[in-house]
């Protein structure tokens, strides 16, 4: 069935440092979300991709869509330890109306 | 406030325990879905609702009832709660045209 994977699944960086997170899709998406999770809190809602090849940025973050719309990526520029959580992307799942297929998610750990 | 709410927060229970979650939501949303977080296995679907009386099964939908008689509740039951229904369970929100979904606090639910 369609699979939406996310690696990796853990990544400890030290503050300063980059992060990068991918998402690949089994089948082409018509969009993908991306949330953000807080140890101990629930899911917010970070953005969505829409277009083939787009790129959106929220300050040190920069959101990605392959141009075949089944890839996409998080990457965090100088990371401080409130982006300390869990990173999901989520995609439409096929002929389920507005159902989500989340992925495993990457949890990142930040240390001073 | 806008905000999706969820109640109890916590629960321990005993097998065969029939139990509701409760969740609401004041948006005025017509997509309302279940979640379950399980560690290694991220966010998966139990049951979705795309409006009044109308739900659907995600993907993992078994031991679990939904019903939605209002636009702003969505009640998550489990007729016979079973310990492999220990989970963390989070009720979200969207619009309809939108995949921007809107998390409540979360139910932790301990069954023994």
């Known amino acids: 069935g369609q699979q939406v994977m996310q690696i990796p699944q853990y990544q400890h960086v030290q503050e300063g440092e980059d992060f990068t997170t991918y998402c690949n899709s089994s089948t082409t998406l018509s969009n993908i979300q991306w949330y953000k999770q807080r140890p101990g809190g629930h899911p917010v809602f970070l953005i969505q991709l829409v277009k083939s090849g787009e790129v959106k940025k929220q300050k040190r973050l920069t959101f990605q869509f392959g141009e075949a719309k089944k890839n996409s990526s998080l990457h965090i520029t100088a990371t401080q330890t409130t982006d300390v959580g869990t990173y999901f992307c989520?995609?439409?799942?096929?002929?389920?109306?507005?159902?989500?297929?989340f992925g495993k998610g990457t949890s990142l750990l930040v240390t001073p | 406030e806008a905000q999706v709410t969820q109640n109890p927060r916590y629960l321990i229970t005993v097998t065969g325990k029939k139990l509701t979650v409760t969740c609401s939501q004041n948006?005025?949303?017509?997509?309302m879905s279940w979640y379950r977080q399980d560690p290694g296995l991220g966010l998966r679907q139990i049951y979705y609702s795309m409006n009044v009386e109308v739900t659907d099964k995600g993907d993992v939908p078994e031991g679990y009832k939904v019903s939605r008689k209002e636009k702003r509740n969505f009640p998550l039951i489990l007729e016979s709660p079973s310990p492999n229904q220990t989970s963390l369970y989070f009720c979200a929100s969207s619009l309809l045209g939108s995949y921007e979904q809107y998390f409540g606090p979360g139910t932790r639910l301990t069954v023994t």
């Open positions: 948006m005025n949303h017509e997509y």
């Open positions: 989520a995609g439409p799942r096929s002929n389920s109306g507005y159902a989500l297929n």
